[in-house]
């Protein structure tokens, strides 16, 4: 059975940072591109961020909000995946879901979602 | 960046209603196009990908259809479990656009 699930969210002041993790099971996680999506509070679904799989580099891609500031990494020997966020503003603040991006066929569908973490940005 | 345009914004039926909902992309995305159910306080779940192909375990009163631009997502009989917001996305370029959602709420 897939799971992915995300933790690491909390309150953290504006200009802050915070890591977000999400660990992997019942997939070849090395073999994974993986996403995060976002949800501000009563509104709907942001596209965050996207890492490849190692053997395609493990190249990344951001939405221009976040770029410059957030940084997508994984750790495929801890089936892990991260989200490093820096210069937090309180615009940031949703919920944060990890995902799978599913290939081939599948046209880079995301079809396994973690349960989310919160963060919220406030001083 | 692909701008995905859903409408209605908010869809109020009754059970046993068909139900359509649209998505309209600012560039064609050929059928780079998924549709996801999310339930308050949920996370989504993937109902269709590749414009039209239902995802494992979905039921059969959902399909979607269209391509380069304009996509729908038809409920055939809406049933009480489907009441929920949901979103179309673009996976054809990044970044990967969402619409901005469609909530089906009980008449």
């Known amino acids: 059975e897939v799971q992915v699930v995300e933790s690491g969210g909390g309150l953290v002041k504006p200009g802050g940072s915070l890591r977000l993790s999400c660990v992997a099971s019942?997939?070849?996680?090395?073999?994974?591109?993986m996403t995060w999506v976002r949800q501000a509070p009563g509104r709907g679904l942001e596209w965050v961020g996207r890492i490849r799989s190692k053997a395609d580099d493990e190249t990344t891609d951001y939405a221009a909000p976040v770029k410059g500031r957030f940084t997508i990494s994984r750790d495929d020997s801890r089936n892990t995946l991260f989200l490093h966020m820096n210069s937090l503003k309180a615009e940031d603040t949703a919920v944060y879901f990890c995902?799978?991006?599913?290939?081939?066929?599948?046209?880079?569908?995301?079809?396994?979602w973690g349960q989310g973490t919160l963060v919220t940005v406030s001083s | 960046d692909i701008q995905m345009t859903q409408s209605p914004s908010f869809l109020s039926a009754s059970v046993g209603d068909r139900v359509t909902i649209t998505c309209r992309a600012s560039?064609?995305?050929?059928?780079?196009l998924n549709w996801y159910q999310q339930k308050s306080g949920k996370a989504p779940t993937l109902l269709i990908y590749?414009?039209?192909t239902l995802q494992s375990g979905v039921p059969s009163r959902f399909s979607g259809s269209g391509s380069g631009t304009d996509f729908t997502l038809t409920v055939s009989s809406l049933q009480p479990e489907d009441f929920a917001t949901y979103y179309c996305q673009q996976s054809y370029s990044t970044p990967r656009t969402f619409g901005q959602g469609t909530k089906v709420e009980i008449k």
């Open positions: 019942g997939f070849i996680f090395s073999d994974a591109w």
């Open positions: 560039q064609s995305i050929t059928n780079y």
């Open positions: 590749a414009a039209s």
């Open positions: 995902a799978t991006v599913r290939g081939g066929r599948y046209l880079f569908a995301l079809d396994y």
